[in-house]
Every structure is written in C-alpha cells, then in structure tokens.
Antibody, heavy 122, light 110 residues
C-alpha cells in the first residue's frame, strides 16, 4: 500500500522560504511514477504546483514556476518542495501525491498524503 | 493557467441521479482524454473517483460514471446516497506537462 506523509513547519514568515518534505512508503521513488505537490487555500479549490520524475525531470505550474523548486531524494525515498518569497496568499493545505502516467492509468494523482497546513504570518 | 469551470453546487434526493459538469478548453479537457474526478470530504485529502474520463479505480462504486463531449467533461452520480455528499473536483492534463483543477462542486444530498 502506497503511503505519503507530508512534513514541514506549520508557520512561515512573509518573504521567507517554505520548505516541505513528502516521505513515501510502500513504493520506491526510483520506479516509474512522477510525484507531485498540490495546495489548497482555506475554503478554496485545489491548485497544482509541480511534478517530478525520479530522473529529475520536472514540470511546474507556470504561475508558481519562478518561486517553486521540486526535488527528489531517492536514497531517502522522499521528495521536497521549496517555495520562496512567500506571502499570505501562500497560506494553504499542502498535499503531496503520486502522479500516474503508465499504460492503463494515465495522468492522474492516484495516491495522496493527508496534507500539512502552512500559514504565512509574521 | 485558468481553472476549469465547475458549478459551485449541485443537489439531488437519495436515489436520484445528478450530473456535474467541468468545462475547459481545447488545450486541456477538449484536447486529451485525461480528465479525472476527485471526492473530498471536509478536512480530508481528495480521493480519486474517476480517471481517463470514465475509468473507475478499484473500490469506487459503479454509481459513479464519467463522460466527455468537446471541451466539457461530466461526472454522473446515480442512485444518490447520503455518503455521496461531498465536494467534487475535476482535473485535466494540459500540454506541456501541466495539471489543471476545477474550482470544485459541492454536492448536497437533500
């Protein structure tokens, strides 16, 4: 059973960098899936941030690309998100998820973590 | 990138059917059969209900079905049950390598 668990500080100051990690169990990040981050501001909808393949290939939401960096550490079986110059608008629940893109299951987030709430405030 | 357009709310009585639409463009919904639907209960992570427009993951009841016509995809829930009351999000792949979500639809079972 694939399980994802987000971790990171619950509070970040404006203009600082938000850093989150997603630990994956039950599946090797070195295998044929992408891994991604999605966020959800309180009371609002989902917004995709970025995806990464174990090779390091990345895709980003154009609206966040200048501030977001996604990375993968296959030795620790985890991947991370860094978001620079945060503002109150970055306050959200951040989810990590597995992005399936294989024959038979194409281009869908099939497993999600429980999410971690990050507030941006001084 | 603009969000896909969903109605804010939908409702139906137990046993009835309800359909939720998801409208995009020819660059996303209309251009690919990679539309998925997620169910989200308050305080919980989204759960995958449909992928590739109409495919159901193991464990999802066949009361949930999907279709697509042009730039609009649809989720139909048949035989509504009280536990179907939730928020539903559509999502689509958009080249190159982007993912777009809809704004969400709150389904109320009257």
């Amino acid at each position: 059973q694939v399980q994802l668990q987000e971790s990171g500080p619950g509070l970040v100051k404006p203009s600082e960098t938000l850093s989150l990690t997603c630990a994956v169990s039950g599946y090797s990040l070195s295998s044929d899936y992408y891994w991604g981050w999605i966020r959800q501001p309180p009371g609002r909808g989902l917004e995709w941030i970025a995806n990464i393949y174990h090779s390091g290939k990345t895709d980003y939401n154009p609206s966040l690309k200048s501030r977001a960096t996604i990375s993968v550490d296959t030795s620790k079986n985890q991947f991370s998100l860094s978001l620079t110059s945060v503002t109150a608008a970055d306050t959200a629940m951040y989810y990590c998820a597995r992005w399936a893109d294989l024959p038979g299951v194409r281009r869908v987030f099939d497993y999600w973590g429980q999410g971690t709430l990050v507030a941006v405030s001084s | 990138q603009s969000a896909l357009t969903q109605p804010p709310s939908a409702s139906g009585s137990p046993g009835q059917s309800v359909t939720i639409s998801c409208t995009g463009t020819s660059s996303d919904v209309g251009g690919y059969n990679y539309v998925s639907w997620y169910q989200q209960y308050p305080g919980k992570a989204p759960k995958l209900m449909l992928y590739e427009v109409a495919k159901r993951p193991s464990g999802v009841p066949d009361r949930f079905s999907g279709s697509k016509s042009g730039n609009t995809a649809s989720l139909t829930v048949s035989g509504l049950q009280t536990e179907d009351e939730s928020v539903y999000y559509c999502s689509s792949y958009a080249d190159p390598g982007r993912v777009i979500f809809g704004g969400g639809t709150t389904l109320t079972v009257l």
